[in-house]
């Protein structure tokens, strides 16, 4: 099955006059343009190619490499808009269309937008939507505390960064965690600080220290700071209820109260810490 929106691998068939047919497995075929051939080929040879809608509406293969995929996000620059939707470039000849009921605000010519692609049931198209919060989800987390992940910065505001994790969460880096310069757009590998009871994803740039220990007993200094220098936690504490509120391990948990406690930061009580 030759998958729209998508790289297939597809077999060079035969060489006409519009360009290269390129088959799959199941005897479906699709024209390569000349204009997109390979400088040496010969037929029977496999081939990557990226497949999508021509302007009317068949699926045509190319080379050329778009800024984003099937049920990906990316950063688009809207190239123009009209009385039918905006229209974006994303790298290949022909642009992709954002109606304007998939716009999470009016699009205008010239800015850019974080857009995600997929594909209209109704009509079996190629289409954009900038309101990416329709293609998230925080319910069923695919991520844990100090995981490395990779990010897409949808916007800023006054809290901080707010960010796409994954390609599937959504997840903010709050401002104080910001000592870099960082953009609507940018794509890094971030870390995973904390994951609150309400499944929100706290993001942090910085490689956790060894193990995690030094970032976990910042975390917490913090936490203790704000909940007016106590926490009703201790070594003790069922591994639940640190997970609860800390979103760590029992084991990365001791090891941080262990290094504040070590550094006198902290004191060790029967019913919790406390902040010296």
Excluded at 64 to 86: I, W
Excluded at 100 to 125: C, H, S
Excluded at 248 to 272: C, N, P, R, V, W
Aim: charged share 30%; aromatic share 10%.
């Amino acid at each position: 099955m030759i998958k729209l929106g998508e790289y297939n691998t597809l077999e060079i068939l035969r060489e006409t006059e519009p360009g290269l047919y390129l088959g799959d497995d199941e005897e479906n075929v699709v024209l390569l343009p000349h204009r997109y051939k390979p400088e040496e080929y010969e037929i029977g040879d496999k081939i990557s190619v990226f497949i999508y809608l021509d302007n009317e509406e068949r699926p045509i293969a190319t080379t050329l490499d778009p800024f984003l995929q099937l049920n990906t996000f990316g950063y688009l620059h809207c190239s123009d808009v009209t009385e039918y939707g905006a229209f974006m470039d994303w790298g290949l000849e022909k642009q992709l269309f954002v109606p304007f009921k998939e716009q999470a605000r009016p699009m205008k010519k010239g800015n850019w937008y974080i857009v995600y692609l997929y594909i209209d049931e109704k009509t079996n198209r190629l289409v954009g939507s900038s309101k990416t919060n329709h293609f998230l989800q925080n319910e069923t987390l695919t991520v844990e505390p100090f995981q490395e992940v990779a990010i897409l910065v949808t916007h800023l505001t006054e809290k901080g960064a707010n960010v796409i994790v994954n390609g599937v969460h959504k997840g903010l880096i709050y401002i104080e965690d910001i000592f870099e310069d960082i953009r609507t757009g940018d794509r890094m590998k971030a870390y995973i600080k904390k994951i609150r009871e309400d499944n929100k994803i706290d993001i942090v740039l910085q490689t956790p220290g060894y193990k995690s220990i030094e970032p976990n007993a910042n975390f917490i200094r913090e936490e203790l700071e704000a909940a007016g220098g106590f926490l009703p936690l201790h070594d003790k504490s069922d591994p639940d209820t640190i997970k609860n509120m800390l979103g760590m391990s029992k084991k990365s948990f001791k090891k941080a109260i262990g290094t504040l406690y070590k550094d006198k930061q902290i004191t060790i009580k029967e019913d919790g810490i406390e902040l010296l």
